[in-house]
């Protein structure tokens, strides 16, 4: 057998990858020239066979690739000037791949933190929370204090990476701007539940230094984020539908339920 040539690996890539693959080529190949309008979601789902949350992920990682570019009221379009296709990464995470990989370590990493925590540091974790539950403050110092309550708590760990690695996941959700706008769609209700008390459980939790309860509070609060919408997307891809965006909130507030 040490005589036969190696097999090379079969690359697995998700459905979304291949179909950011399929438009990036027709692009560099110029039907769909540098500036010009994409084809609407449902056309491209006709000719690549594929849902429409597939083709909305597609178009996301070429976002990203600088390959289209999306102009608000208007839909999205061929960026005037293409990057060189160095630029193009095939390692470009999803969105429900980062749903995946919080749901994974944030709780793990809320255990470790349990009862490493001094006063000052649960002050300051319920002030990230006040900062969060503040109706007048604005979308983006919302998200920063949602933001620095989970570096804070990677802190308290004593461990950079697993700073590094939430601050990680922080920075690919800001490239999900679609994403984070559906997520954070919350009424009075959604923040009472979702904001505070989701939160306040888990600085209880690392108050008393409960490893146990501080997992299964962080590991609520990851699910309640994004894991329901994850799983409910996927359903609906195997059944074959294409959520749009209505369709996409009323999943979101079924997958949180009633406050």
């Known amino acids: 057998m040490t005589g036969l040539p190696r097999l090379d690996p079969i690359d697995q890539k998700p459905r979304y990858r291949l179909a950011a693959d399929s438009i ?10 540098p500036g010009s309008k994409m084809p609407a979601d449902k056309d491209l789902v006709e000719q690549l ?14 976002e990203l690739m600088g390959l ?13 000037a293409l990057p060189p296709e160095a630029a193009e990464s095939a390692t470009l995470p999803g969105f429900f791949e980062l749903v995946e990989a919080r749901h994974a370590f944030e709780p793990e990493i809320a255990a470790i933190a349990a009862g490493t925590l001094g006063a000052a540091q649960i002050v300051h974790l319920r002030d990230c929370i006040e900062g969060m539950c503040d109706a007048a ?4 110092l919302v998200e920063a204090c949602d933001r620095e309550f989970h570096l804070a708590v990677a802190r308290a760990t004593g461990n950079a990476f697993f700073v590094q690695v939430v601050g990680e996941f922080w920075h690919a959700r800001q490239q ?14 959604d923040i009472a539940r979702f904001s505070r008390g989701e939160h306040e459980a888990i600085v209880a939790a690392l108050d008393a230094g409960d490893a146990r309860a501080a997992r299964a ?4 609060h990851c699910r309640n984020s994004g894991q329901p ?17 209505a369709v996409a909130d009323r999943i979101l507030r079924q997958s949180r339920g009633p406050a």
């Open 229 to 245: 919408l994850l799983e409910r997307w996927r359903r609906l891809e195997e059944e074959g539908t294409a959520p749009d965006s």
């Open 176 to 189: 999900f701007p679609e994403w984070t706008r559906l997520n954070n769609r919350q009424g009075p209700a």
């Open 68 to 80: 289209v570019v999306t102009r608000y009221g208007a839909g999205a379009f061929v960026a005037p």
């Open 24 to 33: 990036a080529a027709r692009i560099r190949a110029g039907d769909y020239p």
């Open 137 to 140: 403050a604005p979308f983006d």
């Open 217 to 220: 509070a962080m590991r609520l």
């Open 49 to 62: 066979r594929v849902s429409r949350t597939t083709v909305r992920e597609a178009m996301i990682a070429l």
